[in-house]
């Protein structure tokens, strides 16, 4: 199993950056794919972006394309997100989640998760 601990949550402006990380242990990440989810108040876990274990290709939700950026070091079995540009609505919980197989981008496709980080963006 992978367990998954993520950082870097915290108060920001609109307009601001934050970087989040997801720091993993008892696996090495090479083997998932991860991805960055998050939920807010009232509303459903969705689904923020993912990089792939073969190529590191990288897939965003809409919201967040172009201002948001995921990446992993595997030497440091880390995954980042770079958060830029941020919009009040762009508050909630993040979390990192990690599959070995093919997971798409509904929260039900991967096996494990993490604790989440707190992001708020004040306007």
């Known amino acids: 199993q992978v367990q998954l601990v993520e950082s870097g949550g915290g108060l920001v402006q609109a307009g601001g950056s934050l970087r989040l990380s997801c720091a993993a242990s008892?696996?090495?990440?090479?083997?998932?794919?991860m991805g960055w989810f998050r939920q807010a108040p009232g509303k459903e876990r969705e689904f923020v972006a993912k990089?792939?274990?073969?190529?590191?290709?990288?897939y965003y939700a809409d919201s967040v394309k172009g201002r948001f950026t995921i990446s992993r070091d595997n030497a440091k079995n880390t995954v980042y997100l770079q958060m830029n540009s941020l919009k009040p609505e762009d508050t909630a919980v993040y979390y990192c989640?990690?599959?070995?197989?093919?997971?798409?981008?509904?929260?039900?496709?991967?096996?494990?998760w993490g604790q989440g980080t707190q992001v708020t963006v004040s306007a």
């Open positions: 990089i792939t274990r073969s190529d590191s290709s990288t």
């Open positions: 989640a990690a599959d070995r197989f093919f997971p798409g981008v509904t929260p039900v496709e991967y096996d494990y």
């Open positions: 008892g696996r090495t990440i090479s083997n998932y794919v």
